[in-house]
């Protein structure tokens, strides 16, 4: 990323200016119509500017190569599985491999069945983790939806509808278990303050080291470089 790189984008919505510096880039918002400067904002934060950009480069660095073919490694559950390609009927986990079925490959592509069967994967240990807590939780979610958010791993409605990424299957057990109480949470307390966090502590006693986790091996949890 290059500071003199960076995108302008005016917003309807935007009350004020503001920066937005991420793995995808820095970005300036300003409200439509306004006077201000962009050139002016960025000299006025530069150094802050090239301090994000240089823990964000950090990121990309790690961002993997992801291939779709046979022999690649893809993750799953924080473990690494070899990506395979036989004769079986359906897709599943065999010992230390993701095995896709070869028929159902040769009606599509490696990448389609393959995030087929995260989605099948993902909504099946969501489900039963969201059955679990509820109780515990005391809340009554209603349906569960498996999106690809490119910056979001969980998310609720005003109607307790469920949405989680299905990228979130990559992520380790520990991981995936918080993010499904913090949105089971969200449907006592709707906001991140004071009470919400006391009821995410009870429920998942040291919840910050999971949202850290998340935060610092996110662009890890790619499905293709879209996802950025």
């Keep these: 990323m290059d500071i003199d790189d960076i995108k302008v984008v005016k917003s309807k919505r935007a009350r004020r200016h503001r920066i937005e510096v991420s793995v995808r880039g820095v970005k300036v918002v300003i409200p439509e119509g306004s006077g201000i400067d962009p050139r002016q904002i960025i000299a006025d934060k530069r150094q802050w500017i090239e301090k994000k950009i240089a823990k964000f480069e950090s990121q990309r660095r790690r961002i993997p190569e992801r291939k779709f073919e046979a022999g690649a490694c893809w993750p799953y559950l924080g473990d690494d ?7 079986e009927k359906n897709h599943k986990i065999v010992a230390e491999e993701i095995v896709l079925a070869e028929k159902k490959v040769n009606k599509s592509t490696v990448k389609d069945e393959l995030e087929k069967f995260y989605r099948k994967q993902a909504r099946s240990y969501f489900t039963s983790l969201v059955e679990d807590w509820a109780g515990q939780i005391k809340v009554n979610p209603n349906r569960i939806f498996i999106r690809n958010q490119r910056t979001r791993w969980g998310s609720c409605s005003s109607k307790n509808n469920l949405n989680f990424n299905f990228r979130l299957i990559m992520a380790p057990p520990p991981v995936v278990e918080y993010m499904i109480v913090h949105e089971l949470c969200h449907l006592r307390e709707r906001n991140h303050g004071a009470k919400f966090k006391q009821l995410l502590e009870f429920h998942c006693p040291g919840y910050r080291k999971q949202e850290r986790w998340l935060k610092e ?11 950025l």
Excluded: C, K, P, Q
């Design 81 to 87: 599985y070899s990506l395979a390609i036989n004769g």
């Design 217 to 227: 091996n996110s662009v890890e949890l790619i499905f293709t470089r879209n996802d």
